[in-house]
């Protein structure tokens, strides 16, 4: 605590403001902000004379009949466009088709396999239906179900206790024919 001198609580008479530093700044800027605030509620002294008011207006009498609204003409039809698109492109698609490109990757197992290829070695059967083991050329066994894919254009398309058969896409002798039916029988051990 400070020693109290004679004069009261601090050695100077009366509120000084702060010397200097953050504080010095932050006083100065709130009294010219407070100067700023009183001129602009007074207003600025020697200004012009204020706008005068306009004189009020009489009140006019009430009219017996009200206007006779003139007749509003019809604007003439504007003729409706329709376009007309025989023989002609969609204007709304782009003139060059982006190329589409399919991301392949590698292929592995019955993907890389040819119908001709596989060999039936047999039949299972199971509640849901029949189930086909077949053989690839390098030994490894695959199992196959209906809809499976074999290659990129054959499709498992029934399996009996007899065989399998296959629906293949491509090209095929007859030309309104596209798809093709190949059938491997199961081989019976004698």
Known sequence: MRPRSSRGWGTRQGWVPPQGGVLGLRWMWT?????????????????????????PQPAQPAQAKPPVPAPVTAAPARPTYVYDARNRRDPFRPLIEPRQVKKVGPKIGLATLEVNEIKLAGIIWEPRGFLALVEAPDGKGYILRVNDTVGGDARVAKITPEGITFEVKGPTPLPQVRTRLVELRLRKEE
């Open 31 to 55: 009294l010219v902000l407070c100067v700023m605030v009183s001129l602009g509620l007074t207003g600025c002294p020697g200004g012009g004379s204020p706008t005068p008011t306009p004189p």
